[in-house]
């Protein structure tokens, strides 16, 4: 059994009859939930819009290197849906994006825990319109790409008091910078 799978979703994966989904949650303020299905779809408290053959994912192979690899996604065939709505009107860059992999079992239910194929931030979305429908294609950065950006915290007050207001732990770090410190006799 793969790591993060659950023995049932591992047991609905090694059926000889395997009927997967995808869900994908796109964490703008207001989070929009779909799937790869063509109904709407109840699973863990959250609706999924059915988006059928309207919505790819790319998923990329996974590499011996370690890298922040990304993924493309890309809904077509929209027509004032809440999804272009969200795209044009809320802030999405750095929002988190969710991809699993799901499946149904024999009964048609939704296997418990569906595994997490995908985690990362919206990066680039563009949005094309043929005067019916639009088209948005959207970049999603991995996880990763965090590391290779630099830390730009210091060591100071002010910015100790950024995330914790009544720590003065670093409040006499200036008083000490040249302080020259006698040891032993």
Known sequence: MARGITSAMDS???ASEVKPFFL????????????SGTYTLSHDSKSYLGTGDLM??????????IGAVG????????????ILTAALQQ??????????LGAF???????????????????VMQITEDGNTSTITLSVENKLIRLESANHRRYTDADQKIDHPSDSGFEFVT???EKQIKWGL
């Open 12 to 14: 609905a994966l090694s």
């Open 24 to 35: 994908v949650d796109l964490m703008f303020s207001s989070p929009v939930y779909l799937w």
């Open 56 to 65: 790819t994912v790319e998923i990329p192979q996974e590499t011996q290197d």
């Open 71 to 82: 993924v493309r996604m890309q809904l077509s065939g929209l027509t004032g849906t809440n």
């Open 91 to 100: 802030e999405y860059q750095g929002k988190s994006v969710t991809i699993k």
């Open 105 to 123: 079992n024999t009964s048609g239910n939704v296997v418990a825990d569906p595994v997490v194929v995908f985690e990362g931030f919206m990066d």
């Open 175 to 177: 008083d000490i910078q």
